[in-house]
């Protein structure tokens, strides 16, 4: 079953703005990871953010993990029209071994 | 570093048709996965490898699926016969070990395969 629920299930803005995107998940993890899909290809990892940290960047990403609600955002500042993309949340849960639990995925378009 | 190959990356059957798929891991990456992607929806996981030993196989229709990695390197994943719903996008991912291999760099994962059943 899918463990992880994304909101907003699509986002559309214009290049330069900031897209935020949520997700909120069921059970105790290990860490929380967020890809990005390009329209036909395969999914690229971006981020990785472990149980115990909060907060963590990566040139124009943020994420950020709340535990004790059982949710994470990802922030991309700055927009670009190569961000446009599907951007999925995956977790991976403390009862098993090494597999990930992917979200339904926000669909991202940035206009120029 | 060569990525995660897949073959073939389209394929059309009819149902009740047979339906094979290829993957070649990175060099070294012990662990392989095989995800399901329907249109729409996120990757779920069909089967987890351990070098050649099965891991994970609980989301495996095993009535029409299978799957083997022979020698602990490339992987083969078959249907038979396929149905209308097994539609989606067959995605292999691989990475150094199970814990310690997502946990430090995530997976890589292939373009995939689209697969259509007609």
């Known amino acids: 079953s899918q463990q992880g629920e994304e909101d907003p299930q699509a986002l559309s803005i214009q290049e330069g703005e900031n897209a935020t995107m949520n997700c909120s998940y069921k059970?105790?993890?290990?860490?929380l990871q967020w890809y990005r899909q390009n329209s036909g290809r395969g999914l690229v990892h971006l981020i990785l953010?472990?149980?115990?940290?909060r907060e963590k960047h990566s040139g124009r990403l943020r994420v950020t993990l709340d535990t004790s609600k059982k949710s994470s955002s990802l922030l991309i500042t700055a927009s670009r029209a190569a961000d446009t993309a599907s951007y999925f949340c995956?977790?991976?849960?403390?009862?098993?071994?090494?597999?990930?639990?992917f979200g339904q995925g926000t669909t991202l378009q940035v206009k120029p | 570093e060569a990525g995660v190959a897949q073959s073939p990356r389209y394929k059309i059957i009819e149902k009740r048709q047979s339906v094979a798929f290829w993957c070649n891991p990175i060099?070294?990456?012990?662990?392989l996965y095989w995800y399901q992607q329907i249109l729409g929806q996120g990757p779920k996981l069909l089967i987890q490898?351990?070098?050649?030993?099965?891991?994970?196989d609980s989301q495996l229709p095993k009535d029409r699926f299978s799957a083997e990695r022979l020698k602990g390197v490339d992987s083969t994943l078959k249907i038979q016969p396929a149905k209308l719903e097994d539609s989606a996008v067959y995605l292999c991912a691989s990475s150094l070990e199970p814990i310690q291999g997502p946990e430090l760099y995530g997976y890589t994962f292939g373009s995939g395969t689209r697969l259509t059943v007609v």
């Open positions: 995956a977790t991976s849960p403390t009862s098993n071994t090494g597999k990930l639990i």
């Open positions: 953010i472990r149980s115990n940290e």
């Open positions: 059970t105790s993890i290990n860490n």
């Open positions: 490898f351990q070098n050649n030993g099965v891991v994970d």
């Open positions: 060099s070294g990456h012990a662990t």
